[in-house]
T-cell receptor
């Protein structure tokens, strides 16, 4: 199957700072990548759809100015949490599709102090 | 609109006994259906998928699922549970909305294996 990586796997930052999370498709090209957020013991919530070379599409209720998405190449999408606050602490997961199947990254655990 | 219902939030079985994780879906079209497994603090790993071919789908680690259109179900089974099967399982339906793929996740079923 296809491989999607994320970096970093976990990050701790101070309130008010910005954090960048990378999502890479290692062995395929990804025109579209998806970003999810997962709270403890809950399912995944789609935040936005990242499209290579164009603006991301955000789900209702997700602040696009807070969660900046850049998809500059066919193998890399980045999610930047700007001016992070403790309530942004969560598990962030990306995915991309190949052959009618979504492949997920290993996730990034963000803790904002 | 599509939806997924995982009927059990938590299932416990003894090691070596069968596993049944239930999933019902609704979709306007012919959906693709998936089961993913998530171990603690990990991403989701694909177990198996149904995409309108054979209704009985075999996946990794001995899991399989049967697509039953009349019952709108896609239950996940395994004949004999192993300790390493303990994890969270998500049933997912994929549909296309105006040219964009949209995934809908179930709320997850936590599988506990009793030694």
């Amino acid at each position: 199957g296809a491989v999607v990586s994320q970096h970093p796997s976990r990050v701790i930052c101070k309130s008010g700072t910005s954090v960048k999370i990378e999502c890479r498709s290692l062995d395929f090209q990804a025109t579209t990548m998806f970003w999810y957020r997962q709270f403890p013991k809950q399912s995944l919530m789609l935040m936005a759809t990242s499209n290579e070379g164009s603006k991301a599409t955000y789900e209702q209720g997700v602040e696009k100015d807070k969660f900046l998405i850049n998809h500059a190449s066919l193998t890399l999408s980045t999610l930047t949490v700007t001016s992070a606050h403790p309530e942004d602490s969560s598990f962030y997961i990306c995915s991309s599709g190949l052959s009618e199947t979504q492949y997920f990254g290993p996730g990034t655990r963000l803790l904002v102090l | 609109a599509q939806s997924v219902t995982q009927l059990d939030s938590h299932v416990s079985v003894s090691e070596g006994t069968p596993v049944l994780l239930r999933c019902n879906y609704s979709s306007s079209y012919s959906p693709s259906l998936f089961w993913y497994v998530q171990h603690p603090n990990k991403g989701l790993q694909l177990l198996l998928k149904y995409t309108s071919a054979a209704t009985l789908v075999k996946g990794i680690n001995g899991f399989e699922a049967e697509f039953k259109k009349s019952e709108t179900s896609f239950h996940l089974t395994k004949p004999s549970a192993h300790m390493s099967d303990a994890a969270e399982y998500f049933c997912v339906v994929s549909d296309w909305d105006f040219g964009n793929e949209k995934l809908t996740f179930g709320t997850g079923t936590r599988l506990t294996i009793i030694p």
